[in-house]
């Protein structure tokens, strides 16, 4: 049986303005595969994000087609795909607890299990004390973890991330990253990343497509192999790190987080 969890074929998408399209993907394709953390990077506008939406079946493109587990997405997978947006996007008048068991509530689960599963997803991501707290009272890093509770916990296959820490100072970026990577090694969930930061996709990744810029297209697919747990300042590490530097500068890319 093939481990392939997400088949992306010939995508290219533009954006109508008026009397002109502007072309954002020009035929992409890649494999994501089941339960590895596969990452997208590239500059600014290069339509990562664009291609995130359409593999999470928020965006129909112009042409080309997209597969999960062999079918053909033709529109959002509740079960199967969960998204995790650049901004944390809680429910401000709801606790931690209730914010993170809210999709449960959606699929109709009694109050218990849906408390039950909450408090279970709310110490995975090491919130436990601030089930009863309000978004507002949280930092944003705090914020981000409810978010990824959130999306956890409805159990989807597939986790789709579009530059989740973006938002974050770097310490807290690397903190978050490091328990990222801790909760993928308990789930086993299959998770597909955009991040601007070649840090961060060299420490997260098990394999890295890079985009060039509009029209974006895939200019190569790097493997890391360095074992895990990662010390993100690791020669193995930083090696990957100024591979993907080479490759961006040699396309002429600017506005990436080094």
């Not at 593999?55 to 112009?62: E, F």
């Not at 008048?93 to 849906?114: C, H, I, S, Y």
């Not at 296959?157 to 807290?172: I, K």
Request: hydrophobic share 40%; glycine share 10%; charged share 25%.
């Amino acid at each position: 049986m093939s481990d392939t969890k997400i088949r992306v074929e010939s995508i290219t998408h533009g954006y109508s303005i008026g009397n002109s399209t502007i072309e954002a993907l020009k035929d992409v394709s890649l494999n994501v595969r089941q339960g590895e953390f596969f990452t997208i990077i590239g500059p600014s506008g290069c339509g990562k994000s664009t291609l995130l939406n359409i593999i999470a079946g928020l965006i129909r493109p112009t042409s080309g087609k997209v597969f999960v587990d062999g079918t053909e997405l033709k529109g959002p997978m509740p079960g199967k795909l969960a998204y995790v947006f650049q901004q944390p996007l809680l429910l401000p008048w709801r606790t931690v607890l209730d914010n993170v068991a809210f999709g449960l509530e959606m699929q109709g689960l009694p109050k218990k299990k849906r408390v039950s599963v909450g408090k279970q997803l709310v110490e995975l991501v090491g919130l436990r004390g601030f089930e009863y707290m309000y978004p507002g009272e949280l930092s944003g890093g705090m914020q981000q973890r409810v978010a990824i509770a959130r999306a956890l916990a409805v159990n989807p296959d597939v986790l789709l991330m579009d530059e989740p820490f973006g938002a974050l100072d770097e310490q807290t970026r690397l903190q978050l990253g490091i328990e990222l990577t801790k909760l993928w090694m308990v789930t086993k969930k299959t998770i597909v990343f955009v991040t601007h930061s070649l840090s961060e996709a060299a420490f997260l990744s098990d394999r890295i497509a890079v985009m060039r810029k509009r029209p974006g297209s895939i200019i190569g697919i790097i493997e890391v192999n360095a074992e895990r747990p990662r010390d993100p300042e690791s020669p193995e590490i930083q090696k990957v790190r100024s591979e993907l530097w080479k490759m961006l500068k040699e396309q002429g890319q600017e506005n990436i987080i080094v």
